[in-house]
């Protein structure tokens, strides 16, 4: 039988490996900091019943990785049937990858900045097999990918590393590493207005499949929920000096 100080011991380990949020949570300003290439990632817990068909992602990214030989993994959406059943990631700084159904479609030259806040939107429609990524408000070549396919299934969801297996496979090398935000998933193909109005941090309509202003997660390994990186720090000291703040 453990002694209190063993089952104390063995609470705080599972506490620091796993912080849960069953209750959606409204994380607005707040962000998903992952901190080095490790085995550390979120689960999304979203109610999402029914085949997927047609689908939009939008997410903020902050990182400093320029590595051209380096995969970063945002969002990764699998299935029983489809492990990558909607993944967006990144090589380097401007090859954007997104799979659906198990199939690529690589997106080149988009912009994006290190060290600063970058909006990526993929969006995806079975009928037309299109898919589209766009990269701060500016558009990619459309692709065609997973035409008349379907994603069956309850889907597991993780935010900062790729799923190789439904749920799991992971590989340290394709991890996250800064910061993710404002992440959103819709079931249709959603405007250009809003995809810019999203760029832009203007008003615009959240997911319904993924809000993050309703979120529930659990967070696994070294991953911190804190204030977004302000990249207008000075901004806002002055601002704070005149106010007498």
């Known amino acids: 039988m453990l002694g209190r100080s063993a089952m104390e011991r063995l609470v705080t380990i599972f506490l620091l490996a796993c912080s849960c949020s069953g209750i959606p949570q409204d994380l607005s300003g707040k962000a998903f900091t992952f901190g080095g290439a490790t085995n550390s990632y979120v689960r999304l817990h979203p109610s999402l019943n029914g085949n997927i068909n047609v689908a939009s992602v939008c997410l903020r990214y902050f990182s400093d990785i320029p590595d051209n030989d380096r995969r970063q993994s945002f969002f990764s959406l699998a299935t029983r049937t ?6 967006l990631s990144k090589k380097g700084n401007n090859n954007h990858y997104h799979v659906v159904g198990d199939s690529l479609a690589q997106f080149w030259g ?4 290190l060290n ?3 909006s990526v939107c993929a969006t995806w429609d079975s009928v037309t097999g299109l898919s589209q990524v766009w ?8 692709k065609f990918i997973f035409k008349g396919g379907s994603l069956a299934g309850t889907p597991i969801v993780i935010l900062g590393l790729d799923q190789d297996t439904y749920g799991g496979g992971f590989n340290q090398n394709d991890a996250f590493i800064g910061q993710l935000t404002d992440v959103h998933m819709w079931d249709r193909v959603i405007a250009p207005c809003e995809i810019n109005n999203f760029s832009e941090n203007k008003k615009f309509q959240g997911g319904n499949l993924i809000n993050w202003e309703a979120l529930s997660y659990t967070m696994y390994g070294n991953v911190v929920e804190e204030n977004q990186i302000n990249v207008n720090v000075q901004q806002d000291c002055d601002f704070a000096w005149m106010h007498g703040k």
Do not use: A, D, Q, T
């Open 110 to 113: 988009l912009p994006g900045e």
């Open 116 to 118: 600063s806040w970058n």
């Open 82 to 87: 489809h492990i990558n059943g909607f993944l």
């Open 135 to 142: 990269v701060n408000g500016k558009p990619g070549s459309r």
